[in-house]
Each structure stands twice: as structure tokens, then as C-alpha cells.
């Protein structure tokens, strides 16, 4: 009996640790930050201040986990496979890296700060996920809105949804094509929101 009860004891300790050895580790990404090569490339920077708000988002994107779907709308997440934020805040936090360094506003800061700032650039976060079928593509779709802090009215919209192959069905290339879906939106608000800060300035508007 005592021989019985020994021989239980060492095999539950070996599937214990034959179950511990088996466990995956988490592996956690990001989405490119921008670098600062093109800082300074324009003569002067508008008189603005603005404040970079919260971006809104389900759940889901509230969350660090990577998010997939299949053609019939079925939504899973990856167990091991996360992003190092999520991706409604890293989102926010690269958009004010791009923001900062692309030199064209007096200061650029996140609301919740002490300074007050002249306009408040919000978001909203609808897709940021894979897509399985017959092709595999990443979807990212945000809306943002520009809105005079003095006056409280928008005064400025962008949406932005494009569907990225994924060139490696892998989790590697999924990532990847999920960072040039974001930074191509990112660029394409930068670039707008520079457009419209160019004409009021242009019209004398710019306080």
C-alpha cells in the first residue's frame, strides 16, 4: 500500500512538472514609433497648442489581446500573442510621437495635463484586426475629430479604414501588416490635419 501511494505521489509530480516545462510564453508587440529624421524640416511651427484626447474603442481594443475574425464575423483572440499596450493607447501614444516630431505645432500635448490647449484632437478605434478567408488582411478603421477648445465646435473630421495583406500568414506577418495599416492612417491624419492648419493660416485664422 505504502508502495502504491509512493508511486502516485511520483507520477502527479511529474505530470505537475511535465505541465509546467509545456506552457508557452507570451510573446508581446508593438507598432512602429517614428523616428525623428524629419524634425526641423519646416521653417516654423504654427502658433498652436493642441491636446491629444483618449481614443475610443470596444472592449476589445481596450485590451492587449490580437484580435481575429473570419469571413463570417466569428471573433477569437490569440492566447499567446499580445500587444505590448493596447492598441487604442498605442495608437494615441504613436500618433503624439508623430505629432511632436513632425515639428509643425508649437506643443503637443496629452489631455489630462495642466497646460491648456488651443484644439483637442480625439478618436475613435472601430477595427484593428485580422481577417481570415481566402486571403488573410489586417483592417484598422478610425475616425478623428478636431475641436476648437474655445469655442467647443468641431472644426476639422477624418476617417480613415483600409483592409493590408498579410504577406507571411504568420502572427509575425500579421503584425507587420497591421503596422503599415497604421502608419499609412496616421500619416494620411498628419498630413491632413497640416493641410487644414495651412489654410486658416493662410486666411489669418490661426490664433
Known sequence: ???TFLLFALTL???VLAGCGAARPNKFYQITVPSDT????HPAPFPVTLLVGPIKASHLYREDQIVYTSEVQAMGTYQYQRWAEPP?????????RELRLSGRYRNVYSLGSDVR???????RLYDFREIEGNSVVVRVT???ELRDTRTGTTVWTRYFSHDEPVNRKD???VVAAMDRDVQGGLRELVNG???YFSGISSAGEVK
Open 1 to 3: 500500500m505504502k508502495n
Open 13 to 15: 509530480s511529474l505530470g
Open 38 to 41: 524629419g524634425q526641423g524640416s
Open 88 to 96: 487604442a493607447e498605442m495608437i494615441r501614444d504613436v500618433l503624439s
Open 117 to 123: 490647449g488651443d484644439y483637442l484632437l480625439g478618436g
Open 142 to 144: 478610425l475616425e478623428f
Open 171 to 173: 502572427i509575425s506577418g
Open 193 to 195: 490635419l497640416d493641410q
